[in-house]
């Protein structure tokens, strides 16, 4: 049975973008597998610094907690500890704001055991400063970590916290140890390392999917898939190999969000830096969205927080097949097209060739077979998109960059 919240904010001066955080409020309480009953707001020069709201409108919401059996409020903004445990007090009833409830959407869709240890950190980091008011609060809400009889001791429950941070953040160490070494080998490859950045929900698994079925991979291989914030967590990497296009690899990294915590992306540190290392970045935005222009400037500013602002990017406008007035324009640093009903992946596709390859040249060769020997140095570094195995040796297509040709040119064909 789903959780009966009220969702509510302060309406501060000068913030235009209230009723849109409003909704994007509710559209995250329902990622949590909650029912949003009631929404109530309030407009203020800024919050009351003890309890948030004013005092008439505290009253107002605890008779709304009355009367529609509501069972937690869900702010807009991220409150310090004072005035969640003063909510508490005076609603008699639980009060989450937007940084827990994201943190608990992570703990939910976490499925690798690195991101869950990453969320369990993040949680564990932002409930230390929160025992001073309330452990009974955070051992319900960070999943019973604090429960037994010394609970209520700050001391101990500090203790044990810190203890559980440290512990955590040594299994992560060891975790990503291992994919660092994966991580240069990458780094030592041909291939070109693009990286799917953006908003939430702009649809940048549809476009790792769409990819995958081009290249005929296995359907194990694709990215859960679904029209809801945060449905990806994990990072993937995946082999884009589409016959006739040059092969890369291309990452799918967690989705952005205006505001997002600094516990997260303190705790994705390693998994965002798929995105750090990328040759490219596909900038994912939702065309259909009407505030997408306000979403892009979000994704952009927190590139910037996590050091990827100076990395080239392609800005993709997703889900045109939802857009009625769209005015379409295809540029060199902007693509159009609705991964969903495959409309526009063949440009992406021309597009990335162009990015990948600007200083490289197409061309043929032919290896004897007593020459398959130099197919270990060819391949790396050459970007091979097709091969033949013919009576008289192995032909291949590819493309090399110019300053390598000398070292192969002796095999080059003119037919393929």
């Not at 235009?16 to 309480?29: K, T, W």
Request: net charge neutral; proline share 2%.
């Amino acid at each position: 049975m789903k959780q009966r919240v009220l969702i509510a904010g302060v309406w501060e001066q000068n913030n235009m973008d209230f009723q849109r955080q409003m909704e994007e409020l509710e559209g995250l309480s329902n990622a949590c597998d909650m029912e949003v009953v009631d929404r109530i707001s309030q407009k203020m020069t800024t919050r009351h610094p003890a309890t948030y709201f004013g005092s008439g409108r505290l009253l107002e919401i605890k008779e709304r907690i009355e009367e529609m059996n509501v069972q937690a409020v869900v702010l807009l903004h991220e409150c310090t500890p004072s005035q969640l445990h003063h909510l508490e007090k005076a609603l008699s009833c639980t009060v989450i704001d937007r940084t827990e409830l994201i943190l608990q959407i992570f703990e939910r869709r976490a499925r690798t055991k690195e991101a869950r240890i990453q969320v369990q950190m993040a949680l564990c980091q932002y409930a230390l400063p929160r025992l001073i008011h309330s452990s009974d609060h955070w051992s319900r809400q960070a999943g019973g970590r604090n429960k037994g009889k010394g609970e209520q001791q700050l001391a101990l429950d500090k203790r044990l916290l810190q203890k559980q941070i440290r512990s955590l953040r040594q299994e992560l160490k060891q975790i990503q140890s291992k994919k660092q070494t994966q991580r240069r080998s990458r780094q030592q490859s041909i291939l070109k390392k693009i990286a799917l950045i953006g908003y939430t929900n702009a649809g940048k698994s549809t476009i790792l999917n769409r990819l995958l079925e081009m290249s005929n991979q296995k359907t194990e291989k694709k990215v859960l898939e679904k029209d809801m914030l945060f449905a990806t967590l994990d990072t993937n990497v995946r082999l884009i190999h589409v016959k006739g296009h040059t092969p890369f690899l291309l990452s799918d990294t967690v989705g952005f969000l205006e505001q997002m915590p600094d516990a997260l992306l303190d705790a994705f540190d390693a998994t965002l830096k798929e995105a750090m290392d990328a040759d490219l970045l596909l900038h994912v935005i939702d065309a259909s969205d009407p505030q997408f222009a306000e979403k892009r400037k979000v994704t952009i500013e927190t590139l910037r927080r996590i050091h990827c602002g100076d990395v080239p990017s392609l800005e993709i406008y997703n889900k045109i097949d939802r857009c009625k007035d769209l005015v379409i324009e295809q540029k060199e640093d902007k693509l159009f097209l609705s991964a969903l009903q495959n409309e526009g992946m063949e440009l992406l596709l021309e597009a990335l060739d162009q990015k990948q390859w600007q200083d490289s040249l197409s061309l043929q060769w032919k290896f004897p077979y007593d020459q398959q020997q130099l197919l270990s140095s060819f391949y790396h570094y050459v970007a091979v998109y097709d091969r033949k195995e013919k009576a008289d040796g192995i032909y291949l297509q590819g493309k090399i960059p110019v300053e390598r040709r000398l070292q192969f040119q002796h095999y080059e064909i003119n037919e393929y």
